[in-house]
């Protein structure tokens, strides 16, 4: 089993649309969860934490569940401006391993 | 303030040439994170150091790859003997004690090697 697996998309959704990305990943101790971006060609961005109890940051909703070791990330009212590349990240002791990511087009 | 600096942005080379990138972490930042990326495999690290100390190599994928920081401002990865299929996009991140986790990207080297 992977680390970290995402399904790598393309997820196809019109403007304004509520869209969900999933994440598994398969070592238990992880401690640090988090959520980056990455637009075409250039360098990945954090995006958000995840955080054990879910956390919400304007459009985007991001929830763990550490008994099925799955992370998520939900976009409502998507913009045009949301296509990208999502990478899952989970952290161990003081390093990060990233999924190869969903990729997001939104279109109008 | 300035971001992570990467140099050079492309480098297109023939195989079996040495190839060299550089980095500058951001000031302060006391964390050095070299990433390789590649539609295959994603973003894999390869090496970080801690206060200028390497930490864990274990990504390195093989002796071809050597990386230094002689300072805090400073980072090299080298690659010599470069073969096509290093061709990749290789990111250097830094992050700083206390929220090691948050990391920090350079706009990467493409690396080409013919």
């Known amino acids: 089993r992977k680390e970290v697996e995402q399904d790598p998309g393309p997820f196809n959704v019109p403007e304004g649309a509520t869209v969900a990305f999933n994440c598994t990943y398969s070592n238990s101790a992880s401690q640090s969860f988090f959520w980056y971006r990455q637009d075409c060609r250039k360098e990945p961005k954090l995006l958000m934490s995840v955080y054990s109890s879910g956390n919400e940051d304007g459009r985007f909703t991001a929830q763990l569940n550490r008994a099925s070791q799955y992370i998520s990330l939900l976009i409502r009212d998507s913009k045009l401006s949301d296509s990208a590349t999502y990478l899952c990240?989970?952290?161990?002791?003081?390093?990060?391993?990233f999924g190869k990511g969903t990729m997001l087009l939104v279109s109008p | 303030d300035a971001g992570v600096i990467q140099s050079p942005r492309h480098e297109v080379t023939e195989m079996g040439q040495e190839v060299t990138l550089r980095c500058k972490p951001i000031s302060g930042h006391n964390s050095l994170f070299w990433y390789r990326q590649t539609m295959m495999r994603g973003l894999e690290l390869l090496i970080y150091?801690?206060?200028?100390?390497?930490?864990?190599d274990s990504g390195m994928p093989e002796d071809r790859f050597s990386a230094k920081m002689p300072n805090a401002s400073f980072s090299t990865l080298k690659i010599q003997p470069s073969e096509p299929r290093d061709s990749a996009v290789y990111f250097c991140?830094?992050?700083?004690?206390?929220?090691?986790?948050?990391?920090?990207f350079g706009s990467g080297t493409q690396l080409s090697v013919l």
């Open positions: 150091f801690n206060n200028n100390v390497p930490i864990d």
């Open positions: 991140a830094s992050s700083s004690t206390g929220n090691y986790l948050k990391l920090f």
């Open positions: 990240v989970v952290g161990g002791y003081s390093t990060l391993t």
